[in-house]
């Protein structure tokens, strides 16, 4: 085996690993930079992005380094769903009474900026486009392809896999039930968590079903899982979690620390903050739907409607009403360390396990 696999090649990068794409803050402008200058491959999370702001962000993410990086957006069918919302509203609003704050019946309004999202990564020349939830739609792949864009896409199953290649995906990212956030399921009926396929499970299944190069995602946190998953036939390796902690992630300090305390143990899949199925840290926002015996409304709606609560939260430095998100291999975190130093210890760690005695 080979650190210098053919994905390195093909998205012109030193090392097989990329950063996830956080969408809702983590993937701030000096991490994306900063690992891509370690020469693994940053990714910009805009799923939850206004279109400038993405455009304002590039620029910066330009102007901090030369080498390619990656934007994230979310491919949905694009219609708003509005579901659920006078039930689960009646959790939101006792939850708002519990920290201090206004109840809510306002008419939710979820804006979709995918088209001018996809227009600004393409007048601003990305590298890569990396997708979750589905494909890019057949024009907007035309698009990318005509301007040599990389295009990833997150898959949860073997047949999600066949699709995203039969549709022209670039790369796979095979990502297991043991990931942090969102699932990256296509499909979610209503109620259920998407597919669950553990990491190492999942991934020799892909590598066997398609001929693109496969990445391997969900509980990846050190040198012994980049090594495991280029044993199982992935090219790479991207990972979300272990760049939380890191100086730069833009994550919420109690949000870091809540990561730090965690174990193997403390995180479920829940859809209660955007109505679509995501790994997080158990808490009380969690707890108040399971104890109500009631579903959250449809994505993306679920996410407006809770968003004043976790914005509420965050400035209370209370983590029992944020979104926290996490896959299960918390242990093996470091607290505050530089992303380009934990990609290059990763890689040093790699080469030593690979080293013949």
Not at 84 to 109: A, C, F, P, W, Y
Not at 195 to 206: E, M, N, Y
Not at 207 to 233: E, F, K, N, Q
Not at 271 to 297: C, E, L, M, W
Request: aromatic share 6%.
């Amino acid at each position: 085996m080979k650190l210098n696999t053919h994905l390195c090649e093909i998205l012109n990068i030193v090392h097989p690993i990329i950063q996830a794409g956080m969408a809702g803050g983590p993937t701030t402008v000096d991490l994306v930079a900063n690992v891509s200058n370690a020469g693994a491959l940053g990714t910009l999370g805009a799923a939850y992005m206004k279109p400038e702001e993405i455009r304002g962000a590039i620029r910066k993410i330009n102007e901090r380094t030369t080498k390619p990086f990656a934007v994230n957006l979310f491919c949905t069918n694009g219609n708003d769903q509005y579901d659920g919302v006078e039930e689960s509203q009646k959790v939101l609003n006792d939850i708002r009474d519990k920290l201090g704050m206004e109840t809510s019946e306002r008419h939710v309004v979820t804006n979709n900026f995918f088209e001018e999202q996809f227009e600004i990564l393409i007048e601003e020349k990305v590298h890569v486009i990396s997708t979750a939830f589905g494909v890019l739609p057949k024009d907007k792949m035309a698009i990318a392809k005509q301007h040599n864009i990389i295009i990833t896409t997150m898959v949860t199953t073997v047949q999600e896999a066949l699709i995203a290649e039969e549709n022209g995906a670039d790369i796979i990212i095979a990502q297991g039930s043991d990931a942090g956030g969102h699932r990256g399921t296509f499909e979610i009926e209503k109620n259920t968590n998407g597919a669950t396929v553990g990491t190492f499970s999942l991934v020799p299944q892909v590598v066997d079903a398609v001929s693109v190069p496969v990445v391997a995602a969900g509980g990846i946190m050190d040198s012994r899982g980049l090594v495991a998953a280029l044993a199982l036939g992935a090219q790479g390796v991207q990972m979300g979690t272990a760049f939380l902690t890191t100086t730069e992630s833009g994550a919420h300090p109690v949000y870091k620390q809540a990561l730090l305390n965690s174990t193997e143990e403390s995180t479920v899949i829940t859809k209660v903050f955007s109505g679509r199925p995501a790994r997080g840290i158990h808490n009380t926002f969690i707890q108040s739907y399971f104890d109500a015996n009631i579903s959250p409304a449809d994505f993306p709606t679920q996410n407006t409607m809770t968003t004043d609560i976790r914005r509420h939260a965050a400035k209370q430095n209370n983590p029992e009403y944020m979104s926290l998100w996490a896959g299960q291999a918390t242990r093996l975190l470091s607290n505050e360390v530089p992303a380009r130093k934990l990609v290059l210890d990763l890689v040093a760690g790699a080469k030593q396990l690979l080293s013949t005695k």
